[in-house]
């Protein structure tokens, strides 16, 4: 079952090769930390090696929605730079979470974009670019709404890491 549930997660990472902002969850335990881009870079690339044997306990009705929403954003991400903006950004590492605040269960869904500057390479021209446009879209589109599954959960925040990779 894990080895499924691995490779679920592993499908749901691992980009096509071609430039472009590739999107991953960030790891939720303390086996990987990602706070600065040589811990988000060395991550990545054991996760790309199948390496990365920490898996989500996550029931699947969550882990679906958290695919779904994955591909929604990766696909947004995907039209925000051009070639030449991916050629000049290749290798940034951004960590941006999506969040619902501190919210009750009962109360209504507010999805926002938080990102720290101290983390990754997020105080870049590039990083800051791709906040403040997730942020546009988040706060405009109900596609990008928190997934309420997710929400009940208990899940009130999703760390995404954001590698411009011109590969």
Not at 30 to 44: D, F, V, W
Not at 76 to 103: D, H, L
Not at 116 to 128: H, I, K, M, Q, V
């Given at each position: 079952?894990?080895?499924?549930a691995?490779g679920f997660?592993?499908?749901?990472c691992?980009g096509?090769?071609?430039?472009d902002?590739?999107?991953?969850?960030?790891?939720?335990?303390?086996?990987y930390?990602?706070?600065?881009?040589?811990?988000?870079k060395?991550?990545?690339?054991?996760?790309?090696g199948?390496?990365?044997?920490?898996?989500?306990?996550?029931?699947k009705?969550?882990?679906?929605?958290?695919g779904?929403?994955?591909k929604?954003?990766?696909?947004k991400?995907?039209?925000?730079?051009?070639?030449n903006?991916m050629s000049?950004?290749n290798?940034?590492v951004?960590?941006?979470s999506i969040?619902t605040?501190?919210t009750?269960?009962?109360?209504?869904i507010?999805t926002?974009?938080?990102?720290l500057?101290t983390?990754?390479d997020n105080?870049?021209e590039?990083?800051?670019?791709?906040?403040?446009?997730?942020?546009?879209v988040?706060?405009?589109?109900?596609?990008?709404?928190y997934?309420?599954?997710v929400?009940?959960y208990?899940?009130?925040?999703?760390?995404?890491?954001?590698?411009?990779?011109?590969?």
């Amino acid at each position: 079952m894990r080895f499924w549930a691995f490779g679920f997660l592993c499908f749901l990472c691992v980009g096509e090769a071609s430039a472009d902002v590739k999107v991953f969850f960030a790891p939720k335990s303390t086996t990987y930390e990602t706070n600065t881009s040589a811990e988000i870079k060395k991550y990545l690339e054991d996760l790309v090696g199948g390496k990365v044997v920490d898996l989500s306990d996550n029931p699947k009705a969550v882990n679906k929605s958290l695919g779904e929403y994955l591909k929604k954003i990766k696909g947004k991400t995907s039209v925000f730079f051009g070639r030449n903006e991916m050629s000049k950004y290749n290798g940034t590492v951004c960590k941006i979470s999506i969040t619902t605040g501190n919210t009750a269960p009962s109360d209504p869904i507010l999805t926002q974009v938080f990102t720290l500057g101290t983390l990754a390479d997020n105080n870049s021209e590039p990083c800051r670019e791709l906040n403040n446009k997730l942020m546009s879209v988040v706060s405009r589109d109900d596609v990008f709404k928190y997934p309420a599954v997710v929400k009940d959960y208990g899940m009130l925040s999703m760390d995404m890491i954001f590698y411009f990779n011109n590969n």
